[in-house]
């Protein structure tokens, strides 16, 4: 069973930075894309930043300069370091990951973290 599990969400001050961190557990499987959205309420979930298994990287115009996703493939983990944080950054962020069970799957699938409140105060 893959899970994704969240961390390092919470408060900060505009100006301020967090990490979020994202390990995919379970057994036997491959990672391909990994990504954080976010959504902030009454709002839809938006891509923030994604990264694929090459290392290639994505961002949204608006988090461009100021966030970076990076990942640990020997951990299955996907990190997001967000610097110069903004109120406007204020929402819900959610992990995602593509993920082929050796035995399972013959294709990747989707899979959601819980996702992870970061509140940006002004």
């Known amino acids: 069973q893959v899970q994704l599990v969240e961390s390092g969400g919470g408060l900060v001050q505009a100006g301020g930075s967090l990490r979020l961190s994202c390990a995919v557990s379970?057994?036997?499987?491959?990672?391909?894309?990994m990504g954080w959205y976010r959504q902030a309420p009454g709002k839809q979930r938006d891509l923030v930043a994604r990264i694929t298994s090459g290392g290639g990287t994505t961002y949204a115009d608006s988090v461009k300069g100021r966030f970076t996703i990076s990942r640990d493939n020997a951990k299955n983990t996907v990190y997001l370091q967000m610097d110069t944080l903004k109120p406007e950054d204020t929402a819900v962020y959610y992990c995602?990951?593509?993920?082929?069970?050796?035995?399972?799957?013959?294709?990747?699938?989707?899979?959601w973290g819980q996702g992870t409140q970061v509140t940006v105060s002004s």
């Open positions: 379970g057994s036997s499987f491959s990672i391909n894309a």
């Open positions: 995602n990951a593509e993920v082929r069970s050796w035995f399972v799957d013959t294709t990747y699938n989707t899979y």
